[in-house]
Each structure stands twice: as C-alpha cells, then as structure tokens.
C-alpha cells in the first residue's frame, strides 16, 4: 500500500480507502461487512470514510462496533454531515455541526474523528457560521482536520477568504476517468491552497468496472438493477459511456491490470489525488481496489484511456 499526505493536515491516508456508502450497516449483512474491513485493514487500508446519513447512522455504529479494540492510531477515521438525520435535524448551522459531532462520535465509539466534513454546502446558514463551528470541532480535539465534498469552486475561495477559521485540508468530489470536471477548477484551486482530494465514485459507481454490457440488462445483483441503489447512475450508464468502458478492457490487459485496477490508478495519477474511496461487498473487491495501489500508469496507457473513452469523458 501507498500513502499520500492529506493535504497540508499532517494525516497521511492510504490511497486506496474503505468508503460505506449503501453498503455497511445498511444493505450489506454485518457478516461480509465485518469481513470487507478486517481485509482492508490487513491490507494497509488506513482511511476509512463515512458519514452520519449512511443508513441513518447505521454506518457508523456499524464501524463503530467493528472498529472497538482497533489501535486507534492504526487508521483515519472521516465522517461527514449535512444531510437530514431527522426532519429537524439537517444542514451546517453550528448548532448541527455540535450536535452531529457528538452524536457520530458516539455511535463511533471514539473521542475524535480525524477528518470532519461538510457532505454539502449550506446556502439557508451563513458560511462565517459554519466554519466558526468547525473551527470549534477542531480547537475542542473533536475534529483533528476539516474538509468539504462537493462544493463549487467559488465556495471554496470563499471559505478559503473567511480570517480567524480553521482551514480545509480536504476535498470530496467525485472523480474518476468519466467524470473529469474537477480537472478545470476544483483541483488546481484546492492544490494551490493545501487542500487534498479523497475522491468517491473512483469506479463510477461500478460502471468503470466492465460488469455492465451496452444494450443489456445489468446482472441481477448489482446496484444498477436495484431501482433505489441504482438510481442515482442513470447518467453514468449510457450505451456511449457502457461501450467506452468495454473498450477499457484491452487497454486494461494490455498493462496487466484489471479494469476496476486501471480506473483506479488514472484517478491516482493526480498528484492531489491523497486516497481514492471504494466500496466493497466482499474481501475479494477490497483485494483488487487494493492492487492498484502505487501503480503508475505509462503514457502510452493514458492515452489509451483517453482514445476508448473518447467522447464519453464528461
């Protein structure tokens, strides 16, 4: 395993990461969870992402339970908040960030979180209100750095303009060789402010995987087929992307890669690029996701990459 700086927050992260989003303490039953975490941590795996909305906290007291007895040293645990734990219970006024703090370090079984984030920005609270909670988090130890996911770029300077505030030393966009946009602002502005990415939907929510087929029904068991799990990559799933993707497979054999191994080592291509987040159901996914840790990509390959995806980059 690879480790990347995070930033300019002094955590080092694995660069291959454990994310729990519709997965753990939800949709996977605890047995393979269980299983997927102690294979990540075996592996080298340190960062481990969450949030408080994953299963409705049903994530986190999952990781929590799991993690008991875990050096707490021996990884970096992120969380997140910003969207409803109830229908009072919702968004980034300090109030909420106090007392969704404690509510997820309770249900993680620990006294800090390393990295707190913002899963959203907040347009009903003011930014100044906000991160003078967060700075609290951080001054208080509850919180040993701060980060944001899926902010636009002109937020971010706007946090990044606010005096006497805890800084962000990470992002949380999505990015994976599909979905470029990050490249145009979001990265070279955050890279030039110590801020880190720790990207989600590396793989594209599977689809960079090569396991969904151009004019095929998905397989019956994979989050495309489910209507719920499935309902947010109705835009990563078309025939164009679907055929690229398959076109994917030879430059992956070409480099003696998996597909999954080859999506993942473009996004670590970016030098802000701290850790790539993965989702798995079982130990031999956090196995492959595993094995594109520290691999470097020719550029030969990458212009490969860009030929068979081609039009389908977004």
């Not at 339970?65 to 919702?90: C, H, I, N, Q």
């Not at 969704?100 to 920005?121: N, P």
């Not at 996914?285 to 990459?305: M, Y």
Request: aromatic share 6%; with cysteine.
């Amino acid at each position: 395993m690879d480790y990347r700086q995070l930033g300019d927050s002094g955590l080092e992260v694995s660069t291959i990461s454990l994310g729990s989003w519709l997965t753990y303490g939800g949709a996977v039953d605890n047995d393979n969870a269980t299983a997927c975490v102690r294979r990540a941590l075996d592996l080298g795996v340190t960062l481990i992402d969450t949030a408080n909305a994953y299963a409705t906290g049903g994530a986190e007291s999952f990781l929590g339970e799991m993690l008991e007895g875990v050096p707490r040293d021996d990884y970096v645990l992120a969380t997140k908040l910003f969207f409803p734990m109830s229908d009072e219970d919702k968004g980034l006024s300090a109030a909420q960030v106090r007392k969704q703090l404690d509510a997820s370090l309770e249900r993680l079984r620990v006294d800090h979180v390393d990295l707190y984030q913002c899963h959203r920005y907040d347009t009903d609270v003011p930014l100044e209100e906000t991160m003078g909670a967060l700075t609290e988090a951080v001054e208080s130890g509850k919180a040993r750095a701060i980060g944001f996911s899926e902010w636009s770029p002109q937020q971010v300077q706007d946090a990044i303009d606010l005096p006497d505030v805890a800084r962000f030393t990470s992002s949380q966009p999505m990015y994976n060789a599909v979905w470029r946009r990050p490249e145009r602002k979001l990265i070279p502005l955050c890279a030039a402010n110590g801020i880190g990415q720790i990207v989600f939907s590396p793989l594209a929510q599977g689809v960079l995987t090569g396991k969904y087929k151009p004019g095929e029904p998905p397989p019956s068991d994979s989050r495309l087929a489910d209507d719920e799990l499935g309902a947010t990559m109705g835009f990563l799933s078309t025939d164009p992307i679907l055929e690229g993707v398959q076109r994917l497979a030879a430059v992956a054999d070409e480099a003696g890669l998996t597909t999954a191994q080859l999506a993942l080592a473009w996004v670590l291509r970016e030098p802000n690029v701290a850790s790539a987040i993965t989702g798995a159901t079982r130990p031999s996914q956090v196995d492959d996701n595993v094995a594109a840790s520290g691999v470097v990509l020719d550029d030969d390959t990458l212009q490969a990459i860009d030929d068979a995806l081609g039009d389908a980059v977004m």
